[in-house]
């Protein structure tokens, strides 16, 4: 999977390992590769140091891992920019990043899983591509973009035994954003309640008032990766707390 070695990456690589997969972990270095499978512990890791975000790296990458029978497509960036000054590399590079690595990877990866009649393949979204954020439309747009992709790939995958899925994650508990979070709030508060007054403050249309754990999202990941998601495919599943305020993406 890509983009595993911190945050919602690890901990969807972590519950894989758990549930018995053999797990690929990639980053970009192999010192983020190794901090990562240390921190992970007991569980059977591949370490993929690549950029997956040229042909170059991904090619690297499925040679490590070999024939893959799961496809996690995880990694993303995002940073904050007003609209009218976000410039046409700057778009192209979320695009190259958000959008087009998933899709040589899962070019890739997806006629060996229909000959073998068995795969998942999924993608990290964010309620951002669904309400798009002001302050980060190129990080919305690509992660809309993905939704789409999904479903167009799962129409390729049509009747071969082959799933193929995103994943809608809400505002999630990962690094540094306790530090934001007191940026907002009052610094003298227990954590728990901190998190609550940010939702509450900030995030008012979140039905599960606190912070999603990277593992509650993983959870979501590895059922969709089981045989017990077989009927599912094509879809926009959220992991969200009811953050997006409609019955469908």
Do not use: C
Not at 175 to 182: A, K
Request: aromatic share 6%; no cysteine; hydrophobic share 45%.
């Amino acid at each position: 999977m890509t983009g595993s070695t911190q945050g919602i990456g690890q901990a969807i690589a972590a519950g894989l390992a758990a549930a018995g997969a053999r797990v690929g972990v990639n980053g970009r270095s192999k010192e983020s590769v190794e901090r990562a499978i240390t921190e992970l512990g007991e569980g059977d890791f591949v370490p993929v140091p690549a950029d997956v975000t040229t042909a170059e790296g991904a090619a690297a990458a499925l040679d490590a891992v070999g024939p893959a029978d799961i496809l996690v497509n995880n990694l993303g960036i995002f940073g904050a920019q007003p609209a009218l000054e976000i410039s046409d590399d700057d778009w192209r590079r979320y695009f190259e990043v958000n959008v087009l690595a998933a899709v040589r990877l899962t070019r890739s990866v997806l006629p060996g899983m229909r000959e073998r009649g068995w795969g998942r393949v999924l993608y990290i979204a964010s309620d951002s591509a669904v309400v798009i954020p002001a302050e980060m439309i190129h990080y919305g747009v690509s992660k809309t973009a993905l939704l789409g992709v999904a479903r167009g790939f799962a129409k390729e995958a049509a009747g071969s035994g082959v799933t193929v899925n995103s994943v809608i994650a809400g505002p999630t508990h990962t690094g540094g954003v306790e530090d934001f979070v007191y940026s907002l709030v009052d610094k003298g508060l227990p954590w728990d309640e901190a998190q609550r007054e940010f939702m509450r403050s900030h995030r008012p249309q979140s039905l599960l008032q606190r912070l999603i754990e990277p593992e509650e999202i993983a959870n979501m990941v590895v059922y969709l990766s089981s045989p017990l998601a077989s009927a599912t495919t094509g879809g926009a599943v959220r992991v969200d707390g009811g953050y997006v305020d409609a019955i469908l993406p």
